[in-house]
């Protein structure tokens, strides 16, 4: 690869980077993830998210279909490194199926429909006295007491519009893993769309240079 | 005035009077009371933390100072009201009586009232307060401190401690003078409280800057 076909693959990339998703600020260091592992000068670190941890890191509530892993990368300096999503997978350990990792569009229009089911009840307690007079019968005071239970519409929480959808997809899309190419250390979060059971592991697949690095997610 | 029409005067006076009180609770949006401790964050991912979802806390302290009006829309509300009058009338008193009702988006939540505008959810000012929105709660340090969203200014800090937001993604900014401005990217969802709090570290003088590069090897 010569000097001018580097200088335009950087240009690209900088230039889809710009645009699109930043990732997260990775850590000094792949061993300062949970799981790391280190082939051919690569090294990559990942964490599972926890479902608080999802909860603090995302104003969108990724927990209602994903398992969320942040990834990092350290490419061998002064080497360029294809990040691609379709490298990564996620498996239940002992289960034969992997899972790709889902985009922001999906995984944004998976919450939306998820919230659009949910509903709010409300319980409104209700009290009056008043006094009233009138040419039927005279006039005197009244006491009232009552009990309102609302539900509301579906819909009507929050993540359920359509302009919702659109601002989780953009954090979710700006939070995740870079795709392109890079020169120095990325990191973001990738999102699976499966639910973990409890006490069940589970492993990412990185395939690197057509060799695949297995973490076993704590 | 027929007993019938007292009886439904009666509800709907009742009606009116709980309207600004019990949804105000009920609708309240909510926060996690953690803060955020960011001096000057640039991660994104940071806010989400300070992002309430809907649930049981509520930020009492709040709610006493600012008194907001929040309703919601498009209730279905089934009860159960009862009723006693002293008076001289021929229809025996006290009774029960169920009700119910379907609220559309035209009328105040949960009961049959239209409020005059400036208790209206649709209130159109644009960092105003209304149903499709979210609210971006704001403590900064200075509070003269200036704010401005996507590089507009927005207006002072301390004049600016509820900001309501329609739904989607913006650059927070908050600057003043002789201290480190703080950016922060913020997602607003509607109907979601955020909380961010800006501690503007004073910027480092000339001196400060030389001494800090005499120290490095």
Request: hydrophobic letters at 35%.
């Amino acid at each position: 690869m010569n000097g001018k076909t580097l200088l335009g693959l950087a240009f690209v990339t900088t230039a889809s980077l710009a645009a699109g998703p930043r990732g997260t600020m990775p850590k000094a260091a792949a061993n300062r993830y949970p799981v790391h592992a280190e082939k051919a000068g690569v090294s990559v670190g990942a964490a599972l998210l926890t479902s608080d941890e999802a909860r603090k890191a995302f104003v969108s509530e990724v927990n209602r279909c994903c398992v969320v892993v942040e990834v990092a990368l350290y490419p061998v300096k002064d080497k360029l490194q294809i990040v691609s999503l379709d490298d990564f997978s996620v498996r239940v350990t002992g289960s034969e199926t992997a899972v790709k990792p889902s985009s922001a569009k999906v995984v944004a229009a998976s919450i939306q429909k998820s919230a659009e089911s949910q509903r709010d009840i409300t319980v409104s307690p209700s009290v009056g006295v008043g006094y009233e007079s009138g040419p039927y019968g005279g006039h005197g005071t009244y006491r009232e007491v009552g009990v309102a239970v609302g539900v509301s519409e579906p819909g009507s929480h929050s993540g359920s519009s359509d302009r919702d959808r659109d601002t989780m997809q953009t954090e979710l899309s700006e939070k995740g893993l870079p795709e392109g190419t890079a020169s120095a250390a990325v990191a973001g979060y990738l999102y699976f769309s499966l639910t973990k059971k409890k006490n069940a592991t589970l492993q990412l697949e990185y395939v690197l240079n057509g060799e695949k690095i297995v973490l076993t997610l704590p | 005035m027929g007993a019938r029409v007292l009886l439904l005067s009666a509800l709907f006076t009742c009606h009116s009077m709980v309207a600004l009180d019990g949804p105000c609770q009920a609708q309240e949006p909510t926060t996690v009371p953690q803060e955020t401790p960011v001096s000057s964050a640039t991660d994104s991912s940071k806010q989400a933390a300070a992002q309430g979802a809907p649930g049981p806390e509520t930020d009492k302290k709040d709610e006493k100072t600012h008194h907001k009006i929040h309703v919601q829309l498009g209730l279905v509300s089934f009860g159960l009201g009862y009723t006693h009058f002293a008076g001289p009338y021929y229809y025996p008193y006290p009774y029960f009586y169920p009700y119910g009702a379907t609220y559309s988006a035209v009328f105040c939540d949960p009961f049959w009232c239209t409020y005059p505008s400036v208790f209206s959810p649709a209130y159109s000012g644009s960092l105003l307060y209304a149903e499709d929105k979210g609210e971006v709660r704001l403590t900064a340090e200075p509070k003269t401190a200036e704010v401005y969203i996507d590089g507009a200014y927005a207006g002072k800090a301390d004049r600016l401690k509820t900001i309501w937001l329609d739904s989607g993604a913006y650059d927070l900014s908050v600057s003043a003078k002789g201290r480190v401005a703080f950016h922060q990217r913020i997602y607003v969802l509607s109907r979601r409280s955020l909380r961010i709090s800006a501690k503007l570290e004073p910027e480092k003088g000339p001196d400060a800057l030389r001494q800090e590069r005499e120290a490095k090897p």
